[in-house]
C-alpha cells in the first residue's frame, strides 16, 4: 500500500449496537476495494477484523481491529469496534484513533443503546457521524421507520443521501438523493435505471435534507425559513460542509452480506467524510500544562498516541499508533511522555486485521503499529524530544463486576496473576487485585461475558485453568463495652521460666485499629515490657473474637500487673497480652462490621423508580437525586458491600444498557444481626472445613 498525504486519509471507526453487521460492512467494503481478494463471513470464521480465536469461538467482536482499503486516490483506515457493552474499552479505543464514526444500524431494529452510545461517544470528541441502515434486503427491514426513529432521536442534521425504493417489500433499487439518480444492483454491480416514482415520500425527503443544510449556518437557516429554495450547488456544498463540521448527520443504506449500495457508501465517504488534515490535528500539553496546538504536517516534530495494544505470547508487544504530527519511521527514537524514557522505534508496519505489512514510515494522520515497544502502554504519547508534548489518552468505563480467581493447580497463583497482567495491557478495562485481608485474587471486568472470555484467554494464551467465585467481603469487628481483664501467663519449665501478668482495660474509641495507652503506677510493670504488651495486641487484633476478621475501634490500657525479676521476658509479657485479648473481647459486646459504599448511578429518568426500589431490596439509603443532561438522573445512595456484586447485572438489565454506575467505599458500619449471624457461621464452616 502507498503512502498517502493527510488530505487524502480517512480514519472511520465502525460503531453501534451488536447485531448491527458491523463487521459485515467492513468485509464488504474491503472486498469491494481490492483489500482482500475474498468476502469473509462472520458465520464462517474467515473476516479480516474478527481474528482473535474468542472472536471466531463466539462469532462477537471483542477488540478493536484496523483494516486500510484504497478508494478513488484515498485511504480509509476502517477502525472495527466491538458492539457489546462487555467490550466497551474497545469502542473507546477505535473513537480516539478516528476522525469520523461510522454508526452502522440495523434495518429491522433500527435506533438501539449502542447506536446511541455511538453517537454519545463521537459527539463527546466532535467527531463526524454518518449513518448507514443495514439489512435491507431482509423482507422484515423498515428502512423508512429506521428513518423517522434517527430523526426522532438525533433531530434536524439526520440528513438522507442514499435512500431504497422498495417494491413489493423488496428494497433493489438505491437512489443518491444529492445526485439525483437511481441504481438497480445486477451480478452485485449497480447499474444506472430510470428514476422510480415515489410520490409523496421524495417531497418528505428533499425536506429532510434542506433542513440539514439550513442547520449548517445562520444564513442557509435564514434563507430557509424565509421560504426561499435552496439551489443544487448549495444543498451539495453544504452537505459537503456540514458533514465535515460535524452539523449533518448523512444517512446511507444498503446491505452488506449481498454488496448492495456499497459502492455508493465508498464513493459518499471519499466526499462527505472529513480527511485527517482536516480533523486529525489536536491540541497537546507541554511539560508545563500550557496547551501546545499540533497541526497535521509531515515535517513537523513528532507526536504520536498509542490507541491499542496487543501483547501476544508468541509476536510480543505491537503498538497501535495515530499519528498526529510528524512521521514514525523505523529506526528513530521517539520519548514517552508517561515515563520519560527514550523509545528505539523497531519495525513499522501497517496493520490489516492481524496481517502486518512492512512500512517505511507511519505519516502525519495515518494509523499503524509498531513492534516490541516493552515500556510503552495504551494511551501514552510519544514525541519528538525536540518537542515535547503530552496528547490526550483514553478514558476507559470502570470496571463493575468483581470475581475471585481461584487457580485449578495449587501453586499456579504466579502464573494466573502474570497471564492476567499480560491480558490488562491489552485491555485497561480489567482489573487485577490480591486482597491481603481475604487473600483472595480479585478479577474486575465489564461483565459476565467479560470475565468469561478472559478466564478463556487465559487458558488458551497461557495454559493456566481458573474459576471465578463470589470475592469475600472484608468485614471488621469491634466492641461496644468497656471491660477490664487479666492476662497472665506461666510456665515453667527447667531453668528459667516464663511469666507475665497484666491487668488491661479495654474500650470502644473511633480509631482504624487499636490505640495503645499505660498508666502504670509503682512499677507494676517494668517500662521495658510495654512495648511486648503493645506487640501481643497488635497481633491478636488481626483475628476477631467473632468471624476473625480484623478489629477496629479498640483502646487497650494497660493499667496494672505483676512480674518475676528472672523469670519475665518480652516473649511473656507478650503472650499474656494475647490472653487478655482473648478474655476481654468475648465480653466487650463483640459486634460484625461491614463495609458501607457510595453509589452514584446515571440511569434515564425512566428507570428512576427501578433503580431505587433496587437499592432498598438490597438494604440502601437513597441519598438524593440530581437531573443530568439527556433525560438522565443520578441517583446518589449508600449500599453494603456485600450486597454490589451482581449490581452491573442488574443495571444492564433494567436499562438495557444505558446505565452506568461507580462505587466507591465509605466506612464501616454495624451489620444487622441476621446479616451478622450468617457471616459467623460461614466463617465457622470454612474453618471447620481448613
Known amino acids: 500500500m502507498k503512502q498517502y498525504h493527510a488530505k487524502n486519509i480517512l480514519n472511520i471507526a465502525i460503531a453501534g449496537h451488536s447485531g448491527a453487521g458491523k463487521t459485515s460492512i467492513a468485509e464488504a467494503m474491503l472486498y469491494l476495494s481490492g483489500a482482500t481478494d475474498r468476502f469473509g463471513k462472520v458465520g464462517e470464521g474467515s473476516t479480516v477484523c474478527d481474528f482473535d480465536p474468542e472472536e471466531i469461538k463466539r462469532k462477537i467482536t ?49 435506533v438501539s443503546v449502542g447506536t446511541e452510545k455511538a453517537v454519545e461517544a463521537a459527539n463527546k470528541r466532535g467527531l463526524a457521524k454518518i449513518f448507514f441502515v443495514n439489512g435491507l434486503c431482509d423482507e422484515s427491514a423498515r428502512f423508512y421507520k429506521v428513518f423517522e426513529d434517527l430523526k426522532a432521536s438525533f433531530g434536524p442534521s439526520v440528513c438522507p443521501v442514499v435512500v431504497p425504493f422498495i417494491e413489493d417489500g423488496k428494497a433493489n433499487i438505491y437512489i443518491n438523493m444529492l445526485e439525483y439518480k437511481a441504481y438497480d444492483y445486477q451480478n452485485g454491480k449497480p447499474v444506472e435505471v430510470k428514476m422510480p416514482d415515489m410520490g409523496t415520500r421524495l417531497e418528505g425527503l428533499r425536506t429532510a435534507i434542506y433542513e440539514a443544510v439550513a442547520e449548517t449556518s445562520d444564513d442557509m437557516f435564514e434563507k430557509y425559513f424565509s421560504g426561499e429554495q435552496f439551489t443544487p450547488e448549495e444543498v451539495i456544498v453544504g452537505v459537503s460542509k456540514g458533514v465535515k463540521s460535524g452539523t449533518i448527520c448523512p444517512v446511507f443504506c444498503g446491505d452488506a452480506l449481498l454488496m448492495r ?13 472529513p480527511s485527517a488534515e482536516d480533523k486529525s490535528g489536536e491540541i497537546g500539553a507541554d511539560v508545563d500544562g500550557n496547551p501546545v496546538e499540533l497541526s497535521v504536517n509531515d515535517d513537523a516534530a513528532t507526536a504520536a498516541i498509542v490507541f491499542k495494544t496487543i501483547a501476544d ?38 496493520m490489516h486485521g492481524k496481517k502486518q505489512e512492512d512500512a517505511a514510515y507511519i505519516g502525519a494522520g495515518d494509523i499503524g503499529a509498531v513492534l516490541k515497544l516493552q515500556g510503552v502502554s495504551t494511551g501514552d504519547t510519544l514525541c519528538s524530544p525536540a518537542r515535547k508534548v503530552t496528547l490526550e489518552g483514553i478514558t476507559y468505563p470502570n470496571a463493575t463486576l468483581s470475581m475471585s480467581v481461584v487457580p485449578k493447580n495449587k501453586g499456579e497463583e504466579d502464573k494466573v496473576a502474570q497471564g492476567i497482567f499480560r491480558l490488562a495491557d491489552e485491555d485497561p478495562t480489567i482489573k487485577f487485585s490480591t486482597n491481603a485481608e481475604t487473600h483472595q485474587m480479585v478479577l474486575s471486568g465489564m ?47 527447667g531453668g528459667h521460666g516464663q511469666f507475665g501478668d497484666i491487668w488491661v482495660e479495654f474500650e470502644p474509641c473511633d480509631s482504624e485499629g487499636l490505640e495503645f495507652g499505660e498508666r502504670v503506677v509503682g512499677g507494676a510493670v517494668p517500662k521495658n515490657f510495654f512495648p511486648a504488651v503493645e506487640k501481643g495486641l497488635r497481633e491478636s487484633i488481626v483475628k ?56 452514584k448511578c446515571t440511569v434515564p429518568d425512566a428507570n428512576m423508580g427501578d433503580i431505587m426500589g433496587e437499592v432498598n431490596k438490597r438494604r440502601g439509603r437513597v441519598l438524593g437525586m440530581n437531573p443530568e443532561e439527556n433525560g438522565r438522573q443520578v441517583v446518589e445512595a449508600e449500599i453494603p458491600m456485600a450486597e454490589m456484586h451482581d449490581f452491573t447485572t442488574f443495571v444492564r438489565q433494567s436499562t438495557q444498557g444505558r446505565g452506568s454506575f461507580t462505587f466507591d467505599f465509605c466506612r464501616y458500619e454495624e451489620a444487622p444481626p441476621q446479616v451478622a449471624q450468617k457471616v459467623i457461621e460461614e466463617s465457622k464452616t470454612a474453618e471447620a472445613e481448613e
Open 62 to 110: 471483542v477488540t478493536t481491529a484496523v483494516a486500510p482499503l484504497e478508494w478513488k486516490n484515498h485511504k480509509i483506515n476502517l477502525i472495527d469496534a466491538p458492539g457489546l457493552f462487555d467490550f466497551e474499552g474497545g469502542m473507546c479505543e477505535a473513537v480516539r484513533a478516528a476522525d469520523s464514526v461510522l454508526v452502522a444500524v440495523s434495518g429491522k431494529s433500527g
Open 261 to 273: 449500495g456499497m459502492e455508493q457508501f465508498l464513493d459518499g465517504l471519499t466526499w462527505l467524510a
Open 313 to 350: 505470547p508468541f509476536i510480543g508487544k505491537l503498538s497501535y499508533l495515530k499519528v498526529i504530527s510528524g512521521k514514525v519511521a523505523t529506526d528513530s527514537q521517539l520519548l514517552n511522555m508517561r515515563t520519560g524514557n527514550m523509545e528505539r522505534i523497531g519495525k513499522t508496519v501497517i
Open 447 to 493: 461483565g459476565e461475558q467479560h470475565l468469561d472470555i478472559i478466564i478463556s484467554k487465559l487458558k488458551n494464551k497461557f495454559g493456566v485453568e481458573v474459576t471465578l467465585q463470589k470475592p469475600r467481603v472484608p468485614y471488621r469487628e469491634t466492641i461496644r463495652k468497656k471491660v477490664q481483664v487479666q492476662g497472665r501467663y506461666k510456665k515453667q519449665t
Open 544 to 599: 476477631g473474637p467473632l468471624a476473625g476478621y480484623p478489629v477496629v475501634g479498640l483502646r487497650a490500657t494497660l493499667y496494672d500487673g505483676s512480674y518475676h525479676p528472672v523469670d519475665s521476658s518480652e516473649m511473656s509479657f507478650k503472650m499474656a497480652a494475647n490472653l487478655a485479648y482473648k478474655a476481654g473481647m468475648p465480653i466487650a459486646t463483640p459486634v460484625l462490621l461491614e463495609p458501607i459504599g457510595t453509589l
